[in-house]
């Protein structure tokens, strides 16, 4: 629940068609990479453990187990329909609102089993927020759509919750942009200050982790550089996972990148997970050298 001070609020060049991997490398702990990173001490915040995503009888993520350190950026990278979007949803149960879809192992958050029977999936999403790739504001004024969270889980106290509206969009490096229209509709505002706008909504109920699926996908490259300089801001408080097609902006953001792939059966599987460094510049995996450099082929 939330903390009841507001003060103290946390506030590619196309040349050949690629083996698909025959094997499902999926069992990758971070512990264990090598290249001279004191990996194996980071604190793990979540972890998916031979964790499989069916829509009805189709395996779209298949058995990845990956663990993800707390306080760090952990990009989701590898080419359209692998799976990134349906494991980055599974980390807060948002797939639970697709009919007919279902997991089988486990996310763990500090532990414990997201998908147990006695956990509350609200207090799931609010632990673990979510940002999306187009920005989605409320239909509602600036102040409300960050004040919905909150008033949601009980608050209603004026000065406090415009405490934490101002905290919030603070945080979100928003704040400047839009103090003087907090009561205008957020749909009013540009496509870069509506979707820190969501960071901002994301963060009024004090998550832990922050999902984000291809956060500045639709926005210009100054606005896309304020959400990426906003994520290194911001991962002293949170556990970061994004979701990105843009090389250059998983290699400037990220601590760790995870590269899926579909495998023979046409589901996610976990190819390589490293530090950023090594898999942009020592990827252990021929596939993962090739996506990264751009030589991959696409169907
Ligand atoms: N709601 C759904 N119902 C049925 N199948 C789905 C659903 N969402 C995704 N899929 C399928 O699951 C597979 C993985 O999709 P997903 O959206 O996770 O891929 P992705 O890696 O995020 O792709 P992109 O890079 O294009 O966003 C695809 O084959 C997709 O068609
Ligand atoms: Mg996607």
Partial sequence: MLKSDPAELRTMTLNKKPKLPKTTPTSINVGEMEDGQDL??????????????FYGKYKAVDEITMQIPKNRITALIGPSGC?????LRSFNRMNDL?????VEGQVLLDGKNIYDPDVDV???????????????????SVFDNVAFGPRLYGIHKKNVLAEIVEHSLRQAAVWDDVKDKLHQSGLELSGGQQQRLCIARAIAVEPSVILMDEPASALDPISTLKVEELMQDLKS?????????????????????????????RSGTLVEYGPTEQIFTNPHNRQTEEYVTGRFWIE
């Fill in 98 to 102: 697709v009919s007919g879809s279902h």
């Fill in 83 to 87: 799976g990134k979007s349906t494991l």
């Fill in 122 to 140: 609200v207090d799931i999403r609010q632990r673990i927020g979510m940002v999306f790739q187009r920005p989605n504001p409320f239909p509602m």
């Fill in 237 to 265: 408080d949170y556990t970061i996972v994004i979701v990105t097609h843009n090389m250059q902006q998983a290699a400037r953001v990220s601590d760790f990148t995870a590269f899926l792939m579909i495998n023979e059966q």
């Fill in 40 to 53: 194996a001490n980071l604190p793990i915040k979540l972890m998916a453990d031979k964790l499989s995503v």
